[in-house]
């Protein structure tokens, strides 16, 4: 099929359209559809992703739409298609419960200036995710999946592995879009898991480290003193060295100390 890319990319809202139909084949292969599923597309752009989804077994597809250019189009491909619906908006604002009652595997090439927040906004409804298999800068996927001990890792990879499995998928080269980003993009499947890793309540957990990786190559005892009294006591109790910095520290303490604000 042949795209129309007489539409003009606004650098404002991150966007480079998607044209390597083998990288689309890839995409659509790795979200693993089935007939019963329904699919979230957000930023479909002129539709070269879109247009593939539409042909998978999949039940329905749902796309979101911030860029009023491309809506006149995608109605028109709607009154043709009764597995296709538009919803013309911010996926920042728009709630998935709004979207479906029954959970949704999104599959997209995300915006390169929104990709992590809209991933953040989706932990809050992962009841309603089954799966997403996800387009971010190469940068960004490095630091969801990162273990701990690497450069990488930090607020964002806890964050997202503690609720989820993350798996980097392959590489997706700038020549694949029109026009050409300056940087490699990565395809991440994203799974969330029945329940979280270990136990801690997710705002606790949010603070500890965002304090945490304020100034990462700070000492733990430094960076979350005055969370509680006697820091170095209780992270000494807890079993966590506390002239270690956080990139060293596992998801699992993370929630220990959690769960220890937490009781204060």
């Given at each position: 099929m042949t795209f129309d890319y007489k539409f003009s990319a606004k650098k404002s809202l991150g966007q480079n359209y998607l044209k390597d139909p083998n990288i689309i084949r890839k995409i659509i292969a790795s979200a693993f559809i089935q007939p019963e599923?329904?699919?979230?597309?957000?930023?479909?752009?002129?539709?070269?992703?879109?247009?593939?989804?539409?042909?998978?077994?999949?039940?329905?597809?749902?796309?979101?739409?911030?860029?009023?250019?491309?809506?006149?189009?995608?109605?028109?491909?709607?009154?043709?298609?009764?597995?296709?619906?538009?919803h013309h908006g911010d996926g920042l604002k728009i709630k998935l419960e709004s979207l479906s009652k029954s959970p949704l595997k999104i599959?997209?090439?995300?915006?390169?200036?929104?990709?992590?927040?809209?991933?953040?906004?989706?932990?809050?409804?992962?009841?309603?995710?089954?799966?997403?298999?996800?387009?971010?800068?190469?940068?960004?996927?490095?630091?969801?999946?990162?273990?701990?001990?690497?450069?990488?890792?930090?607020?964002?990879?806890i964050l997202i592995q503690w609720l989820c499995t993350t798996e980097k998928l392959f590489d997706v080269p700038p020549t694949a879009f029109k026009p050409e980003p300056k940087v490699t993009s990565s395809i991440i499947r994203i799974v969330p898991r029945p329940t979280p890793l270990w136990p801690a309540t997710k705002s606790v957990l949010e603070k500890v480290t965002a304090l945490a990786f304020q100034q990462r190559?700070?000492?733990?005892?430094?960076?979350?003193?005055?969370?509680?009294?006697?820091?170095?006591?209780?992270?000494?109790?807890?079993?966590?060295?506390?002239?270690?910095?956080?990139?060293?520290l596992s998801i699992e303490d993370f929630c220990k100390i959690a769960r220890a604000v937490g009781d204060n």
């Amino acid at each position: 099929m042949t795209f129309d890319y007489k539409f003009s990319a606004k650098k404002s809202l991150g966007q480079n359209y998607l044209k390597d139909p083998n990288i689309i084949r890839k995409i659509i292969a790795s979200a693993f559809i089935q007939p019963e599923d329904t699919v979230l597309e957000v930023g479909p752009g002129p539709g070269a992703l879109t247009h593939g989804l539409i042909n998978s077994p999949a039940h329905q597809i749902m796309a979101i739409e911030k860029d009023g250019q491309f809506i006149p189009h995608w109605q028109s491909i709607m009154m043709n298609s009764k597995k296709f619906q538009i919803h013309h908006g911010d996926g920042l604002k728009i709630k998935l419960e709004s979207l479906s009652k029954s959970p949704l595997k999104i599959v997209a090439n995300l915006p390169y200036n929104v990709g992590t927040q809209l991933i953040i906004n989706w932990l809050e409804e992962l009841p309603l995710v089954k799966s997403m298999t996800l387009m971010l800068q190469k940068e960004v996927v490095s630091r969801i999946v990162s273990p701990p001990g690497s450069k990488d890792y930090g607020r964002l990879s806890i964050l997202i592995q503690w609720l989820c499995t993350t798996e980097k998928l392959f590489d997706v080269p700038p020549t694949a879009f029109k026009p050409e980003p300056k940087v490699t993009s990565s395809i991440i499947r994203i799974v969330p898991r029945p329940t979280p890793l270990w136990p801690a309540t997710k705002s606790v957990l949010e603070k500890v480290t965002a304090l945490a990786f304020q100034q990462r190559r700070k000492m733990i005892k430094k960076s979350l003193q005055g969370l509680f009294p006697e820091t170095e006591k209780v992270l000494e109790r807890l079993g966590i060295d506390p002239t270690a910095r956080p990139e060293i520290l596992s998801i699992e303490d993370f929630c220990k100390i959690a769960r220890a604000v937490g009781d204060n």
